[in-house]
């Protein structure tokens, strides 16, 4: 799908470096996430935001720390990972407060490895 | 959120129908069926959703049994590109969706 754009696609730092993570969503949503999906393991929601506002958090560590400046843009700013923060890293939109049930669309993530 | 069973793996012929189970025997009254798919490198991509009516569209049907417990994911004419892992997952209302290993689906030629 294009209307969830992530960019890097991959992402190599050191344990040490600071980088953030983009989400675009061009489909008009007002609500965008972050998920988690390490290898062998099932995407982890880790947060929620809901007309820029971030409605959960879902026990996520401080080192990464996510931003919203407006319904279309979403950030996920990391400092000081660990070597098992590398993952692929999902951004989401939907709209929500339709009524009906709306899905959730994805873009294609970025991988981020930690050295 | 109910939880899921899905079979680890299955095999399916190009150009045959791809019939992908999905046990949710805890689904509560209001919680609708989803089924995602993730081809590798990418991020995951809606397939369709239901409540308790059988639902249809470009890319799949899905088919509810009456008491809710089970569904069936039909790929009506599977292609190689239909190879992928698919996910199975039941939601209520909340946001969260809560994806388990899914069924990994490959179509032989």
């Known amino acids: 799908e294009t209307g969830v754009t992530q960019t890097p696609r991959h992402l190599v730092m050191g344990m040490t470096n600071k980088k953030s993570l983009k989400c675009e969503q061009h489909l008009g949503h007002n609500a965008m996430y972050w998920y988690k999906q390490s290898a062998k393991k099932p995407l982890e929601l880790m947060f929620v935001?809901?007309?820029?506002?971030?409605?959960e958090n879902n026990s996520v560590p401080s080192r990464f720390s996510p931003e919203c400046p407006n319904s279309s843009h979403l950030f996920l700013h990391l400092h000081t990972l660990q070597p098992e923060d590398s993952a692929l890293y999902l951004c989401?939109?939907?709209?929500?407060?339709?009524?009906?049930?709306?899905?959730?669309?994805f873009g294609d993530g970025t991988r981020l490895s930690i050295l | 959120d109910a939880k899921t069973t899905q079979p680890t793996s299955m095999d399916c012929a190009e150009g045959r129908a791809a019939n992908l189970p999905c046990n949710h025997s805890t689904i509560s009254g209001n919680e609708y069926v989803y089924w995602y798919r993730q081809i590798h490198s990418q991020g995951p991509q809606y397939i369709i959703h239901g409540l308790k009516n059988n639902e249809t569209n470009e890319m799949a049907s899905l088919i509810i049994t009456e008491d809710r417990k089970s569904s069936t994911l039909i790929l009506p004419h599977a292609t190689l590109r239909d190879t992928a892992v698919y996910y199975c997952i039941v939601r209520r209302g909340a946001q969260k969706l809560v994806f388990g290993q899914g069924t990994r689906l490959t179509i032989n030629p």
């Open positions: 989401a939109s939907s709209q929500e407060g339709a009524g009906e049930h709306q899905p959730q669309h």
């Open positions: 935001y809901n007309f820029k506002e971030q409605t």
